[in-house]
């Protein structure tokens, strides 16, 4: 079964830093990969995701991830953090294969930015 | 545009209430899901559905039903409501199946069960 490694609970940085966020997967073959952010009593929105090519994909919001296949990894980076950037932060992963493939998230990361 | 949304925002049930969570979308997608988000957890999918009238189990389906009688909504019903259902419900919907599609999320629906 796949499965999703996020092994950061919680980040705190400032404002200014830059960040990167964690993210492993468990799985036979790549999957399609993908980046949702959780405002505070908001829904999921997609940052970013995955499918083929370029290993460096960009998304909304200044931010972009890097696959690399021989870690198995998918990891989040924006270069300078903003304040309204705090908000929880969840990888996704869903199989290439079937039809209305299912995500498997992870437990998410919460990200803090002081001022 | 409204996208998806879900009603009600919050509800408090005692143990062996029934409810249902109502979910539309006016974006004319297909796919449609229902996930819930326990506290430190993340996501994981009740059911979900390729079209009207077609729905299938995810990965915690038990003590839930749904249906889909229209392209726009699909409702999440709750039997009998027990503790464990506490959680924020999720509805979410995409243009096609996930592969090119992006899953575009409701507010949620906070439920407490006592």
Redesign the interface.
Same mark, same amino acid.
């Given at each position: 079964a796949q499965s999703?490694t996020q092994p950061d609970?919680h980040i705190t940085v400032s404002e200014g830093a830059s960040l990167e966020l964690r993210c492993n997967y468990s799985y036979g073959a790549t999957p399609?990969l993908f980046w949702y952010v959780q405002s505070p009593?908001?829904?999921?929105?997609?940052l970013l995701?995955y !499918?083929s090519g370029d290993t460096l994909v960009q998304g909304i919001k200044g931010f972009e991830a890097e696959f690399k296949r021989s870690q198995s990894s998918f990891n989040l980076r924006k270069p300078s953090v903003h304040w309204s950037d705090a908000a929880e932060y !969840?990888c996704?992963v /869903?199989p290439?294969t079937g039809? /209305?493939?299912?995500?498997? !998230?992870?437990?998410?990361t919460r990200l803090q930015v002081t001022l | 545009n409204a996208g998806v949304t879900q009603t009600p925002k919050f509800r408090i049930l005692k143990i062996g209430q029934s409810m249902t969570l109502q979910c539309t979308q006016d974006m004319n997608h297909n796919y449609m899901y229902w996930y819930r988000q326990d506290p430190g957890m993340g996501l994981k999918l009740i059911y979900y559905s390729v079209g009207a009238g077609i729905t299938d189990k995810g990965e915690v389906p038990n003590g839930y039903n749904v249906s889909r009688s229209t392209t726009e909504d699909f409702p999440l019903r709750l039997e009998l409501a027990a503790p464990s259902q506490t959680s924020v419900y999720f509805c979410a919907s995409s243009p096609s199946e996930l592969a090119g599609g992006d899953q575009y999320f409701g507010p949620g629906t906070r439920l407490l069960v006592l």
């Open positions: 999703v609970i399609y009593g908001q829904g999921l929105q997609l995701k !499918f !969840f996704a /869903a290439h039809t /209305a493939s299912k995500l498997t !998230f992870g437990t998410g | -």
